[in-house]
């Protein structure tokens, strides 16, 4: 089974949000890209690529989570969301 088939460690998912949260959406990039099955990387993943500009791209990781990119808020914000969706247990998929 290839890593990118496995559920993310909790762990990596909230160093992800710290990195794109402190402007480092590269590195974040680097570690939500190893786990494509995972719905809580999926949701990070979109928001890096629309922090990048990338909406096309965003939008694939959004369906991929079964989320809707939301232009109103913020990426800050829903990297907020996330966050909190992390700290409060189960995966953060709808």
């Known amino acids: 089974m ?7 460690p909790r762990e990596k998912l909230r160093a ?3 990195h794109a949260l402190g402007g480092d959406w590269q590195k974040a990039h680097l570690i939500v890209q190893d786990y494509e099955d ?12 629309r922090i990048e500009g990338d909406l096309a791209n965003a939008g694939y990781w959004y369906r991929r989570c079964r ?4 232009e109103e808020v913020s990426t800050h914000d ?16 709808r």
């Open 16 to 18: 992800a949000v710290d």
């Open 38 to 49: 995972d719905p809580t990387a999926a949701w990070i993943h979109a928001v890096v690529h």
């Open 67 to 70: 989320r809707a990119l939301r």
């Open 78 to 93: 829903e990297l907020r969301e996330i966050a909190a969706a992390l700290r409060a247990g189960p995966p953060a998929d």
């Open 2 to 8: 290839d890593d990118r088939d496995k559920a993310a």
